[in-house]
Nanobody, 126 residues
Framework: QVQLVESGGGSVQAGGSLKLSCVAS????????LGWFRQATGKEREGVGS????????SNYAEAVRGRFTVSQVNRNTIWLQMNNLKPEDTGMYYC???????????????????WGQGTQVTVSS
């Protein structure tokens, strides 16, 4: 079973930046998906961005974060989420999750991911 550990959350003022890290271990394969998700109070969990760990660096992003957030792979089992120009609406619990690829692509649909980390809180004040 894949274990995931997130880190890097915190509090920041609007316009600031944070970098989150996700480390996966145990039961991983050479090709799988790692994704970032977030959930604000009273809202459904949503996909932020995901990446295929095959080394190609292929990723996709939610429209709300496109151009501000970047998912990158730093090694086979570690990804970062660089968050720039943060907005109050970015506030929430951020989770890392592992899932299977489909035709070489990685989804941002939360239900397609089965292994989840504990989450790290991101709070953006106005």
């Amino acid at each position: 079973q894949v274990q995931l550990v997130e880190s890097g959350g915190g509090s920041v003022q609007a316009g600031g930046s944070l970098k989150l890290s996700c480390v996966a271990s145990g039961g991983t394969s050479s090709r799988y998906c790692l994704g970032w998700f977030r959930q604000a109070t009273g809202k459904e969990r949503e996909g932020v961005g995901s990446i295929n760990t095959d080394g190609e660096g292929r990723s996709n992003y939610a429209e709300a974060v496109r151009g501000r957030f970047t998912v990158s792979q730093v090694n086979r089992n570690t990804i970062w989420l660089q968050m720039n120009n943060l907005k109050p609406e970015d506030t929430g619990m951020y989770y890392c999750a592992a899932g299977k690829t489909f035709a070489g692509t990685c989804s941002r649909e939360p239900t397609l991911y089965k292994n989840w980390g504990q989450g790290t809180q991101v709070t953006v004040s106005s």
